[in-house]
């Protein structure tokens, strides 16, 4: 498992912009993919962004335009720009790790990770 630690959130009005990052734990096992997912009030869990160790990036279609996944491989970090935002973007927004490998005694494996998450709320 990797800790991960969300920062940036809070209240902002439409139209307005926010900077989320997260900073993962040190780990043994590298992290292939970073992203971000977002559980809006009374929803499920949705899938906004990912970043991939080959930098490879992908977006929901409800997102695109306006935010944009950042990856720092060697900091363990990864952001995400939200630009004019609204007020259907009002969630929970988790940080997300994925790692897929081999060890001794287990072979091959795959892990994901979550932060605890952070509040952004659009609202006037």
């Known amino acids: 498992q990797v800790h991960l630690v969300e920062s940036g959130g809070g209240l902002v009005q439409p139209g307005g912009s926010l900077r989320l990052s997260c900073t993962a734990s040190r780990s043994a096992f590298s992290i292939d993919t970073m992203g971000w997912y977002r559980q809006p009030p009374g929803k499920q869990r949705e899938l906004v962004a990912v970043?991939?160790?080959?930098?490879?990036?992908n977006y929901a279609d409800f997102v695109r335009g306006r935010f944009t996944i950042s990856r720092d491989i060697a900091q363990n970090t990864v952001s995400l720009q939200m630009n004019n935002l609204k007020p259907e973007d009002t969630a929970v927004y988790y940080c997300h790790a994925h790692q897929e490998g081999w060890k001794y005694g287990v072979g091959n494996f795959q892990n994901d990770s979550w932060g605890q998450g952070t509040q952004v709320t659009v609202s006037s």
């Open positions: 970043a991939t160790g080959s930098g490879t990036t």
